[in-house]
């Protein structure tokens, strides 16, 4: 079992960067895929990023390539989404995730990841 803490969020005006982290407890950090979410008001939780558990493979959804990195310190149990020319619909709660299944290199469906972080709240005024 693996327990996710995120941090980072804040506000920002639209055009600002944020660095979200999500620290993992435990000594098994590398054996899980992890992925960033959000979730909006009245919206459905989407996968925003992944990585796989070595870091060589990543997942972006398209509203945000190019503009998001995600990136892992196994040595430190932790994963990163630095965001970057951030805009209004970006503003969400932002979770990380971990995937335990190593069948699959790298996921991007909430039923697919088994253990979730509180969340941080990200704001981007206009």
């Known amino acids: 079992q693996v327990q996710l803490v995120e941090s980072g969020g804040g506000k920002v005006q639209a055009g600002g960067s944020l660095r979200l982290s999500c620290a993992a407890s435990?000594?098994?950090?590398?054996?899980?895929?992890m992925g960033w979410f959000r979730q909006a008001p009245e919206k459905e939780r989407e996968c925003v990023s992944s990585i796989s558990r070595g870091g060589g493979s990543t997942y972006y959804a398209d509203s945000v390539k190019g503009r998001f990195t995600i990136s892992r310190d196994n040595a430190k149990n932790t994963v990163y989404l630095q965001m970057n020319s951030l805009k209004p619909e970006d503003t969400a709660v932002y979770y990380c995730a971990a995937d335990g299944n190593f069948a699959y290199a790298l996921r991007y469906r909430v039923h697919e990841y088994d253990y979730w972080g509180q969340g941080t709240q990200v704001t981007v005024s206009s």
């Open positions: 435990g000594r098994t950090f590398s054996t899980y895929a």
